[in-house]
């Protein structure tokens, strides 16, 4: 059974950067014909598309944050990451990753989420 | 950017009773190449990711009951829950998947009249 676990700190400085990490378990993440995204979700709104990554080559970002987002996959240890930088307080949310299969099922398997504050 | 917009924000439906959600997209997420419209729903628990329940506008995935089914294409769809149950209480979120950025709808919350 596929598995998503993100981790990473759940308080940033104003100004820093945000850095999170996704673990897959269950699968191998360059195994498959899928892409891999993040999603964020501040407490009691919606849902915001970051972007993704394809571990053969390929990414995509959200034009509103494109400036200031990295993602990255590191195969060998069966991982993607997350990097925004220059956070304010809007940027606090719950990040979630997910398996993006835009192919057909859309995001069919998605991590619990991480809650993350920026804050002083 | 494809903007979603969900109505109602919020229902309420007697155990049973059937509720229906509605989503629409600013253009049309129905690809010609295979007649397939690229449009998601998901259900939203407290505390909990989202769960996809169905894609393709009306194809279930895998385990969802078959009282939640999906209809609609190119710009207006429906979620419809035909018999309403206490583990429903939820909020429902479309997404389109028909060109990036992927977007969302603002969510509708489901509750028990």
């Known amino acids: 059974q596929v598995q998503l676990v993100e981790s990473g700190p759940g308080l940033v400085q104003p100004s820093q950067t945000l850095s999170l990490t996704c673990s897959l378990s269950g699968d191998s993440i360059s195994s498959g014909s899928y892409y891999w995204s993040w999603i964020r979700q501040p407490a009691g709104k919606g849902l915001e598309w970051i972007g993704r990554?394809?571990?053969?080559?390929?990414?995509n970002y959200s034009p509103s944050l494109k400036s200031r987002i990295t993602i990255s996959v590191d195969t060998s240890k069966n991982q993607f990451s997350l990097k925004l930088h220059s956070v304010t307080a809007a940027d606090t949310a719950i990040y979630y990753c997910?398996?993006?299969?835009?192919?057909?099922?859309?995001?069919?398997?998605w991590g619990q989420g991480t809650m993350v504050t920026v804050s002083s | 950017d494809i903007v979603m917009t969900q109505s109602p924000d919020s229902l309420a439906v007697s155990l049973g009773e059937r509720a229906t959600i509605n989503c629409k997209s600013s253009?049309?997420?129905?690809?010609?190449?295979?007649?397939?419209?690229?449009l998601a729903w998901y259900q939203q628990k407290p505390g909990q990711p989202p769960k996809l329940l169905i894609y393709?506008?009306?194809t279930r995935e895998s385990g969802v009951p078959d009282r939640f089914s999906g209809s609609g294409s190119e710009t207006d769809f429906t979620l419809t829950i035909s018999s309403l149950q206490a583990e429903d209480v939820a909020v429902y979120f479309c997404q389109q998947y028909y060109g990036t950025p992927w977007t969302f709808g603002q969510g509708t919350k489901v509750d028990i009249k």
């Open positions: 393709w506008a009306s």
């Open positions: 253009q049309s997420v129905l690809f010609n190449s295979n007649n397939k419209n690229y």
């Open positions: 990554i394809y571990p053969s080559g390929g990414i």
């Open positions: 997910a398996r993006d299969r835009s192919g057909d099922r859309a995001f069919d398997v």
